[in-house]
């Protein structure tokens, strides 16, 4: 089980909750944390004026509630703000989100009831996870619509997605004998005020890069033993000199992957030695194109782009990010604005920009492999068939290329672009749920080009026939696509093949990954 509210919450964690289905825990100590400073807020906030207490939200602070609708000033928070459109976040997304939200309230600076938090506990053990949409938060007093919708079900109403099916939340808390949250003092503000939403989904996208970086320089180390490039480019002597962490960490990757091709060549012994220089215009290239000799110089930078964005976004997780901060340990309580989004809506531009140029060298090796006039090694389109009459991978090209180019497009930052709100109360913005979401569809997008990719190196090694001469990497990965998408001379419609090797990369960790 994996103990949520005690320790630093990794992202190995949460990707043991999300894809192992690992169930969490409350310890005791975090739970007597939450308990003290409920306790706290119910004793300071006697007589005083406590914004989302005893006031209005918003603009409309400046508006004291009467005693007597306080709690129903909460239940009017939660239902007001589930306004989101759009299509529904995936059941995993929203697991995403619940684990982020209750590790901040888990924090125990939020004055909730300990209910809130064994509630919570209870539906993502569960796997009921409530419906929520992409469309609503703006990200600045956090995800107030999305976690709205969250707020909902733990009242009892709105939808959740349970057994794969929508149904009503009452009835099913009613079959799992689940009962709905009671406010006691400012549940609905705690619960709707943050950023768990860009949080969640954030960190799935991390998940997800990483398993890009890991199958890009798979795929890329394949290109290069296809048309038996030279070694020197991915040599640690080489990338040494350039002092960039992710850089060598490539380099690393790709010398691992390749340890034992037969395809690979060594410059010293193909081109340095007297018989090497007798003719005025080589056949041979002296140097590959930048697709394939700048692997490590492209990749280095999405490398350490990742890096940086996990260590960023499991900070945020680990944060209290709602407003205002019920203090026990100071005695006090603190207005602000750490709802407040930038942090995680820059790395998630950042991190959209850096996957879509690596989907951008997907690409480039991909035509370099389509175009005979380049490669000078495989047929055209990689037609294993008759010329003229069979199209070998020219229609998936078409694909690969249209979807890049949308990765291009959906690159431009949401972090620039601010759009005051809320009578101008949130007069500057992040944006951050939206970049998230951005992001995950440039990193889907990616997976797509990624197994088109793949799809045609396969091809290319059946065209040369040099599967023993493979690496012991390479050569399993072929093993594994071949499964899924046989040897084709004919032309037969490819799309079921090409949505099964996507999924495969989507949901299989590389044999030399960015963890490695």
Not at 71 to 96: C, D, E, F, T, W
Not at 260 to 286: C, N, P, Q, T, W
Not at 301 to 325: G, H, K, M, Q, R
């Amino acid at each position: 089980m994996i103990p949520v509210g005690q320790s630093v919450l990794t992202l190995n964690d949460l990707s043991d909750v999300l894809f192992k289905n690992k169930a969490i825990t409350l310890p005791e100590a975090a739970l007597e944390n939450i308990n003290t400073n409920f306790e706290f807020l119910q004793q300071f906030s006697s007589n005083k004026l406590i914004y989302g207490i005893n006031t209005g939200f918003g603009p409309m602070a400046q508006y004291k509630v009467s005693e007597e609708n306080l709690l129903q000033l909460q239940y009017n928070l939660i239902r007001s703000h589930s306004s989101g459109s759009g299509v529904l976040l995936s059941p995993l997304l929203v697991k995403a989100l619940m684990v982020a939200r209750l590790n901040s309230l888990m924090q125990g600076f939020s004055g909730i009831h300990q209910d809130i938090v064994e509630l919570l506990r209870d539906l993502i053990n569960k796997n009921v996870t409530p419906c929520i949409y992409e469309h609503g938060g703006v990200g600045a007093s956090g995800d107030l619509v999305q976690l709205a919708h969250l707020g909902l079900v733990l009242i009892g109403e709105g939808e959740v997605i349970y057994e794969d099916c929508l149904r009503p939340t009452a009835d099913v808390f009613k079959s799992l004998g689940v009962t709905p949250l009671s406010i006691h003092v400012r549940e609905g503000l705690a619960t709707i005020n943050g950023t768990s939403a860009m949080t969640g989904i954030g960190l799935v996208n991390i998940i997800q890069a990483q398993k890009l970086l890991g199958w890009s320089a798979m795929l890329s180390a394949m290109t290069n033993e296809v048309v038996e490039a030279y070694d020197d480019h991915y040599s640690q002597q080489l990338n040494i000199v350039k002092h960039h962490i992710g850089q060598n960490k490539v380099a690393a990757m790709l010398r691992e992957i390749l340890e034992g091709s037969k395809m690979i060549r060594s410059r010293s012994k193909h081109l340095y030695h007297a018989d090497g220089i007798k003719h005025d215009v080589f056949e041979d290239k002296v140097q590959e194109y930048y697709s394939l000799r700048c692997v490590t110089q492209v990749l280095g930078p999405i490398y350490d782009t990742i890096t940086n964005a996990e260590n960023v976004l499991v900070n945020e997780l680990n944060s209290v990010n709602d407003n205002p901060v019920v203090d026990h340990v100071n005695q006090n309580i603190f207005h602000g604005g750490n709802f407040h989004g930038d942090y995680v809506s820059l790395e998630m531009d950042k991190l959209k920009i850096a996957i879509t140029k690596l989907s951008m060298l997907a690409e480039r090796q991909l035509n370099y492999l389509l175009n005979d006039k380049l490669n000078q090694k495989f047929p055209p389109f990689i037609n294993l068939g008759v010329l003229g009459l069979n199209f070998g991978m020219q229609g998936m090209q078409f694909t690969a290329t249209s979807t890049v180019a949308e990765n291009q497009t959906l690159s431009f930052p949401m972090y620039v672009h601010s759009i005051p709100n809320n009578n101008d109360n949130q007069d500057i913005v992040s944006m951050g749920c939206n970049a998230a979401l951005m992001t995950k569809k440039v990193i889907d997008n990616a997976f797509a080009v990624l197994g088109i990719q793949l799809m045609t190196i396969a091809q290319a090694i059946d065209y040369l026939n040099c599967q023993q001469k493979l690496s012991p990497h390479t050569l399993e990965l072929y093993n594994q696509v071949r499964e899924m998408f046989p040897k084709f001379i004919e032309d037969q419609p490819k799309y079921k093949e090409m949505e099964a090797v996507r999924l495969f990369l989507e949901t299989n960790h590389p044999a030399i990954s960015i963890k490695s």
